[in-house]
T-cell receptor
Framework: EAEVAQSPRYKITEKSQAVAFWCDPISGHATLYWYRQILGQGPELLVQFQDESVVDDSQLPKDRFSAERLKGVDSTLKIQPAELGDSAMYLC?????????????FGPGTRLLVL | SQKIEQNSEALNIQEGKTATLTCNYTNYSPAYLQWYRQDPGRGPVFLLLIRENEKEKRKERLKVTFDTTLKQSLFHITASQPADSATYLCALDPWNTGKLIFGQGTTLQVKP
């Protein structure tokens, strides 16, 4: 069964450093999401892509976060500089192009710890 | 303000009993609602989707109800097993844009 791939699974960094996370969605899925999940809370959307275009990045802290999906396939989320409050799980999800296929498929996540 | 609320306290039940989890929302009129399961350190896994014109949806031991008047969804696991222990998240797409808003999740612990 096809899965969403993410790497790395874990990342420890010091504040003010740069970090990057990678996501490879299920093949053929046009929509890609990045979520942040703080321990004990539900995932919160950071950015939504449709193919290579950003559909919604209203919750992305643009002074330090950036996301790209250059060829409309895999995607990278970057944080520069990292802050202590960025410690969280970063989840990537993808969804089929069919408007009636509402299910989002999540990857295993990247656990970030900022020291 | 717009909110999705799930039982904040963990739910502890005995194996074989029925677990019932609640999801309440305000100020939304979603076309559908979804339930996901999340194990520690893992990403959420889709379980069920129920549309606004459906009162109830079943899948094996799982049942979801959706009351758009009460703005509430109930998620039931019958004949619960220790393997059902996890956090369960409800999610809405309030504007039918594919953007999901999640509740904070309810942790279920099934004891043998």
């Amino acid at each position: 069964e096809a899965e969403v791939a993410q790497s790395p699974r874990y990342k420890i960094t010091e504040k003010s450093q740069a970090v990057a996370f990678w996501c490879d969605p299920i093949s053929g899925h046009a929509t890609l999401y990045w979520y942040r999940q703080i321990l004990g809370q539900g995932p919160e959307l950071l950015v939504q892509f449709q193919d290579e275009s950003v559909v919604d990045d209203s919750q992305l802290p643009k002074d330090r976060f950036s996301a790209e999906r250059l060829k409309g396939v895999d995607s990278t989320l970057k944080i520069q500089p990292a802050e202590l409050g960025d410690s969280a799980m970063y989840l990537c999800a993808s969804r089929n192009r069919d408007m009636y296929q509402e299910t989002q498929y999540f990857g295993p996540g990247t656990r970030l710890l900022v020291l | 303000s717009q909110k999705i609320e799930q039982n904040s306290e963990a739910l502890n039940i005995q194996e074989g009993k029925t677990a019932t989890l609640t999801c309440n929302y305000t100020n939304y009129s979603p076309a559908y609602l979804q339930w996901y399961r999340q194990d520690p350190g893992r990403g959420p896994v889709f379980l069920l989707l129920i549309r606004e014109n459906e009162k109830e949806k079943r899948k094996e031991r799982l049942k979801v109800t959706f009351d758009t008047t009460l703005k509430q969804s109930l998620f039931h696991i019958t004949a619960s097993q220790p393997a059902d222990s996890a956090t369960y998240l409800c999610a809405l797409d309030p504007w039918n844009t594919g953007k999901l808003i999640f509740g904070q999740g309810t942790t279920l612990q099934v004891k043998p």
